[in-house]
C-alpha cells in the first residue's frame, strides 16, 4: 500500500492472467490457445478460430454447425440502427461510425448489462460477432453514397462481408473464393493480439462491469489511433507518398533523422519477425494473382529490404509487423484505407469478447484502476477570481 512503480505504457506490468493467447516476442511465435497461428490460417475458418478462442478448445461437429448457425441468423441489424447510420455526414470516417454504431448496440439489448447470466453473455457475443460484418460494410457504402445491402446468409462469413460491401444491382453476389479465402486468413491473423492496447481498453473498460458492447466500443476507439489499427492505413498513405523504388533510401534516412515513423515496422513485443506478416505477404501473392499485382507492392518491399540490413532498425530489433502488407492486400481488394481499421475491428471482435469473458469469469478480477505519480503542486491557497481578475 502506499507504494507505486512507475512503468508508463505498461512495459513491464502484466494487467491479468490470460489463457487465451501466447504470444513470443523474441522467437516469433503466436498461438491462440496453444494452436500455432499458421496451422490456423492454414487450415482453419475465421469463425472456427472465434468459437476456439472464445469456448476455448476447438468445436467438435455440432457444436460448430450451431455457432455458426447461430452467427449466421443474428447477422441482421435493428432498422432503427440504420437511421442511426445515414445521419452521418458524407464523409464520415467508417471507424467513427462503426464505433458509434456499436456502442449504441447496447441500448437494443438492455439485457446486455446482466453480465452474470451466461446464457445471456452468450446471446451477446453471437450478436456482436455476427453484426460487425454488417455494420463495417454499411459504413463503408455510407462513405460511397450507395444504398446498404443486407446480409445473404446463404454465404460464408467473408463471402456475405464481401456481398454487403460489393453487391450492385445482381439479384445475388459470387464473390471470386481466392478473395473470400484471403480475407479468411486476413481475419484469423488478426483475431486475438493478447494485451495490446484495445483489449487492454475493452478489459479496462469491462472491470467496470458495463456490457459488452460499451466494452468493445473501448476497444474499437483503441484501436483507431494511428499507432494501433490506424497503422495500415498510414502503411498506405506512406507509400503513396514514397511513389517510387527510387525514393526509399531518401524517405529511410528521413525516418532515421526523427522526421518520421517508418509505418508497419516496430512492434512492442515481436522484437523479431512478426509471424503474421510472413503469412501476410504469402497471403499478397494470392490475391494479386486474381487482381493483379499493385505497384506499391515494389515500393514495400524496397523499404523492407533496406531496413532489414540498416544498423538504425536492427539495433533497435525493428521488423516489419501485420500491418506493412495488409494495407496493399485490402487496396487490391479496393478498400479505400478509411477501411483497413475496420477490417481489423471486425475478427478482432472475437479476441476482444474472449478476453472480456475471461475478465467476466474471473474471481480474482478487480476493477481497474491504476496508481499515479502525482507531479503537480500541493497545498495552494485559492484565490477567488473577483481578486485575481
Ligand atoms: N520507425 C522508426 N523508428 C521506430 C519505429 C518505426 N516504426 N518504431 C520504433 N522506433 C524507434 C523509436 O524511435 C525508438 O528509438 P530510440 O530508442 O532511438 O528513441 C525505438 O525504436 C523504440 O521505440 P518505442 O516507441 O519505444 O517502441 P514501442 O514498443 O513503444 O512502440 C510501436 C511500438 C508499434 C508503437 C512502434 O514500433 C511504432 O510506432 N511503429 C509504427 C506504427 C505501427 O506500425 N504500428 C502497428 C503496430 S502492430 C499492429 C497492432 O498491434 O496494432
Redesign the pocket.
Known sequence: PGLAVYDP?F?NTASTRSAVTYIDGEKGILEYRGYPIEQLAESSTYLEVAYLLIHGELPTKEQHDQWVHDITFHTFVHENLKSQLQGFRYDAHPMGMLLSSVGALSTFYPEARNIKDPQIRHEQIVRMIAKMPTLGAWSFRHAQGKPYIYPDNDLSYTENFLSMLFRMSEPKYDPDPRLAKALEVLFILHAD?EQ??STNAVRSVGSSQVDPYSAVTAGIAA?YG????G?NE??LKMLKRIKTKENVPAFIEG?KN?EE????????VYKNY?PRATIIKKACDDVFEVTGVNPLLEVAQELEKIALEDE??VK?K?YP????YSGLIYEALQFPPEMFTVLFAIPRTSGWLAQWLELVDDPEQKIARPKQIYTGDRKLDFVPASERW
Open positions: 505504457g512495459t493480439h495490446n492496447a484501436l494511428p499507432l494501433h489499427g497503422a498510414a502503411v525516418v526523427g515513423r517508418l509505418m508497419g515496422f516496430g512492434h512492442r512478426d538504425y532498425f533497435r525493428l509487423n501485420v500491418d506493412f
